[in-house]
């Protein structure tokens, strides 16, 4: 079992190499398995069943879904030996749709036919580190002159703004900002799509771009950083082929010093 | 060991009873609003004699090192700059118009919080006429009838102080904020929140919310900025509050909605909302609280199962100098720095010779695994926002410690809030809804409408009933109705009933409570032992 942080950039690249049929795009109800140690995470579509991933901490680059919703996937089929009963789905990106489902309700019992033999963090207290912290992309680094315009991409979950996720992004932009004395700031807000392997598209709302760019312009001034900004928006969603349209839900932030 | 409902506070089918005590126990009800200033002299005289209950402006001086006892053994309560002299101390004396301290609800014996066994006490010694059940705070509406049982009865018994914010809430910069949601009362027992001067459509918009008092102690941790503290909310990314003199980011674990950035900001509103003081605290009154409230720590110190628990080489976290020593702002849900470091000293230990010795030592094992289950013992947590919704997913199978995760405190570290369903429908506590029912619900209730442009809140959707939004009343945000800040799990023995909202009356309850919650079925004996440690906290 491979788990460990991927740069976006990497990951991209990789999942162009993907033939398309390993691809599957689903929407479906998460499952929790449990297991001795952590939670198991699977889906079911079409009548097989998928591994997405276990329990660990907030380090991971795999994050749980939710009962009471479903979880959009992105995942690529493997051949490796199934984890919990599921096919191992890698890369996985997930989503978790924001409308309740109380039919996303299924948890399995420890069934002694399923255990998880990696364990970067019990389900307990932790050995006193993150999971992933070696991982763990860098903070803010000291900026040197010249300084440059520079362009941050923040990515969002389906049809959702700003989340406990996007500290770390946000801290990003406003030290660059900051270091570089940033005269101008322009955000840009996307609205997202995504096309199932069933040929479906699903769109993101259509107010979704302008919030998110409203936000994060907010934010960052909050935050401190005084540049002047500009925001706009596209409110047509971005096309979607089903290959990572999980990146359509961004926005982007070029800092101008 | 649980004091029961104070007569006359109107429970339904006992009304001939009811009549009766109020009638004998309210014979200074003037029905004016404003306990007379001639009181405030007349309890001071009273309370000139040392005792557990220590009144404003007493004069007295508290030790270095002091021992109050409580139902579970003895708290233990340590000055660390040295003994205090409370004469024309700030925290100890009235300084508004109604006779109030600080310390009328921040009791020494009670672990600097207020149990509600001293409350009904100090009702019957003062006949209700103490400064603590003023009508601005100390009373279910400021304009019930003055000293009548029923007027003050969320407070005789459930230890609750009314809080009152302004509706819709305002930033920091004073602007109103546009909530995600639409608040409406749909249960009043109070009378505050509909009525024309205090209520929700009064000309000055105010919601009532009714909270224990949090414990003053041991504020070095829970005030400390060390850990997780950024210009962004960990639990949702957004704009965390400032300290508004050096306009740094705060760790926002302060009261239960975490409206007060800073030490120095709380007591200004402490000063002029429950002590009616007019105008502001002076840089050097500020000073000294601050100054008193940094340097107090406090713990059991002595348990009536368990015997010593400061004694040299017994467990590291007991004991109010263990918290002098301790470190803030450390994360300890990992087996590196514990959250209740206990060490193994408490493990087993000999059966004892006697049987006192064998019954101390039985408890003290019983604490030692009471602790690994609070720690250790993993339980489905489930749709519990703030803590499902921050990357672990729902469920999480998880432990005690995965919330109550700080160092020596058992706060959360950080951005504290969480709803734990103490406040919000279809967890808290209500009385049963049936014909053969004879309590009636004495909180308010409220309907929790979000808007329907916006998301849903992930687990409770759209409609939420709740007794007290919580944070949401700060943030006017859908996610955040019900999200309660953790307390701090110090001198739990001095301070009865529990939860913001007084709605677990024993340690027993709250065990029970996290039983039913999220399903845990504990044993008896994992129940007996989660209250022991519980119990010498």
């Known amino acids: 079992m491979k788990i460990r942080y991927v740069s976006l950039a990497w990951l991209a690249i990789s999942l162009a190499a993907v033939a ?53 996937v992105e995942g690529v089929v493997t051949n490796r030996p199934r984890i919990c009963g599921g096919i191992v789905l890698e890369p996985v990106k997930i989503s978790v749709l924001p409308e309740l489902d109380r039919s996303c309700n299924t948890r399995l019992p420890i069934d002694p036919r399923y255990t998880i033999d990696f364990n970067p963090r019990p389900p307990g207290p932790s050995l006193g580190r993150l999971a992933f912290a070696d991982a763990q992309p ?17 990515f969002f979950d389906f049809d959702q703004g700003i989340t406990f996720r996007h500290p770390r992004d946000l801290m990003n932009i406003v030290h660059y900002a900051q270091e570089t004395r940033a005269k101008n700031l322009t955000v840009t807000g996307y609205r997202g799509a995504m096309k199932l392997s069933d040929g479906t598209v699903l769109s993101e ?53 | 060991m649980r004091p029961g409902r104070f007569p006359g506070t109107g429970r339904p089918g006992h009304r001939t009873i009811l009549i009766g005590l109020v009638a004998g126990s309210c014979f200074l009800a003037s029905g004016g609003d404003r306990p007379a200033m001639a009181q405030t002299a007349y309890n001071n005289a009273l309370e000139e004699a040392p005792g557990s209950w220590w009144g404003p402006g007493a004069g007295r001086r508290l030790a270095a ?32 118009t109604n006779g109030r301290a600080c310390v009328t609800c921040h009791q020494p014996a009670d672990g600097m919080s207020l149990s ?34 029923a007027s003050h009865s969320l407070l005789l018994n459930r230890g609750l102080i009314r809080v009152f914010v302004p509706w819709p809430p305002r930033a920091a910069d004073g602007k109103p904020i546009e909530p995600e949601f639409d608040l409406e009362v749909v249960r009043d027992p109070t009378g505050c929140n509909t009525h024309p001067e205090h209520g929700l459509h009064s000309a000055n918009p105010m919601v009532s919310v009714y909270r224990r008092p949090r414990p003053a102690i041991n504020l070095r941790y829970v005030a400390s900025n060390r850990f997780g503290v950024s210009p962004f909310i960990g639990k949702n990314g957004l704009l965390a509050s400032v300290d508004p003199d050096t306009k740094k980011p705060v760790n926002m674990n302060l009261m239960a909605d975490a409206r007060e950035p800073t030490l120095k900001t709380q007591m200004q509103s402490a000063a002029s909302g429950h002590l009616e003081m007019p105008g502001t605290l002076s840089p050097q009154q500020i000073a000294q609280i601050l100054g008193f409230e940094l340097q107090l720590y406090a713990a059991q110190v002595s348990s009536h199962g368990a015997g010593r628990l400061d004694e040299a080489g017994g467990p590291p976290t007991l004991g109010p100098r263990a918290l002098e020593r301790g470190r803030d702002g450390v994360l300890g849900n990992n087996t590196t720095a514990y959250v209740f470091p206990m060490g ?21 094992e019983s604490v030692a695994r009471g602790h ?57 506590m209500e009385p049963p809804q049936d014909p053969w029912s004879t309590s009636k619900p004495e909180l308010p209730l409220f309907r929790i409408t979000c808007k329907a442009n916006l998301p849903p809140h992930p687990f409770l959707g759209r409609e939420i009933y709740t007794q007290d939004p919580g944070r949401a009343l700060i943030s006017g945000k859908c996610d955040d109705v019900g999200a309660i800040v953790l307390q701090q799990m110090r001198a739990l023995a001095a301070r ?40 010498v906290l």
């Not at chain 2, 926002?385 to 950080?414: E, F, Q, W, Y």
């Open chain 2, 116 to 149: 509600v066994e001293t409350i009904q006490r100090r009702w019957r010694e003062t006949n209700g006429t103490d400064p603590r059940f003023a009508a601005v705070d100390g009373k279910n509406c400021p304009h019930l009838p003055q000293g009548e049982p």
């Open chain 2, 344 to 364: 193994e000293v408490w493990k087993d230990l000999p059966e004892g010779t006697g049987d006192t010795e064998a019954a101390r030592n039985a408890f003290r």
């Open chain 2, 65 to 96: 090192e002091s021992e109050w006892p409580n139902a579970f053994g003895t708290l233990g309560i340590v000055n660390a700059a040295g003994p205090i002299d409370t004469r024309g101390h700030p925290f100890f004396e009235p300084l508004g």
């Open chain 1, 205 to 257: 709302s259509e107010a979704i771009a302008e919030k998110r760019a409203r936000q994060l312009a907010e934010l960052l001034a909050g935050a401190g950083v005084t540049a002047a900004m500009k925001t706009s928006w596209q409110a047509e969603p971005v096309p979607a082929d089903g290959i990572d349209d999980w990146q359509s839900r961004s926005a982007k932030v070029v800092v101008t010093p």
């Open chain 1, 20 to 72: 398309d049929d390993a691809r599957l795009n689903f929407v479906s109800c998460p499952i929790v398995q449990d297991t001795p140690t952590v939670p198991c995470w699977l889906a079911d579509y079409h009548g097989e069943r998928y591994y997405l991933g276990i329990q660990t901490d907030v380090s991971a680059e795999f994050q749980p879904p939710y009962l009471g919703h479903q979880v959009l």
């Open chain 2, 372 to 428: 690994d289950a609070f720690f250790f013992r993993t339980f489905w947590i489930q749709d519990s926002m703030h803590i499902n919704s921050v990357g672990l997913g729902n469920p999480i199978k998880r432990t005690c410690a995965t919330c109550h995760g700080m160092h020596m405190l058992g706060m959360d570290t950080a951005n504290g809030w969480m709803d734990l369903g103490t406040t919000n429908l279809p967890w808290a």
């Open chain 2, 496 to 535: 009865a009933p529990y939860f913001s909202n007084g709605s677990a009356p024993t340690l027993r309850e709250v065990v029970d409570f996290y039983d039913r919650r999220y399903n845990i079925q504990y044993t008896e004996q994992e129940k007996q032992d989660l209250i022991n440690f519980l119990s």
């Open chain 1, 138 to 154: 860098p903070g803010p680094q000291p900026v040197k002159p010249p300084f440059v315009t520079k362009e941050f991409t923040v």
